[in-house]
């Protein structure tokens, strides 16, 4: 019950009960206008959007594929957070490269965010390029509680 009084207190949730999917969308991001949710909810599983490196005010920080990279997870953390999950039940995720030559740099500053016995499961590929010429986009999956 307590989650889904924060759920309701933080985001606008829609829920297909006979699907049971729950969408879970701030009110800033219902503002801007996006075409996707930040994440959904199935069977305690979140599936979170693509994120970038990317501020509250939707720059992409400055620095190249380290900085960007440590704030696409800073970014993926709060919105676990607000969901009561964490960092730590990500089980998957999927790193799309503006160029594959940034994946030594990428994986050290991955790496860094996760501990060593909780690595998620990863894939990571090049792609001709990303939203606001970004060097990486991240895409993870969680459990909701761990």
Request: proline letters at 3%; charged letters at 20%; glycine letters at 6%.
């Amino acid at each position: 019950m307590k989650l889904l009084s924060i759920l309701l207190a933080s985001f606008v949730c829609v829920s297909l009960s006979a699907q049971q999917i729950l969408y879970i969308n701030s009110n800033d991001h219902l503002q801007k206008g996006y075409p996707f949710s930040q994440a959904t909810l199935v069977n305690n599983i979140i599936y979170l959007s693509g994120e970038l490196g990317t501020t509250s005010d939707g720059t992409l920080v400055e620095g190249g594929i380290v900085p960007e990279t440590i704030q696409a997870l800073k970014n993926i953390s709060e919105t676990l957070e607000y969901m009561e999950s964490s960092i730590d039940n990500v089980f998957k995720c999927t790193c799309m490269l503006a160029d594959i030559k940034d994946w030594p740099q990428m994986s050290k500053a991955y790496k860094s965010f996760f501990k060593p016995e909780r690595l998620p499961a990863r894939s990571a590929f090049a792609g001709s390029g990303l939203a606001l010429n970004a060097r990486i986009e991240l895409e993870c999956w969680a459990v909701l509680k761990d």
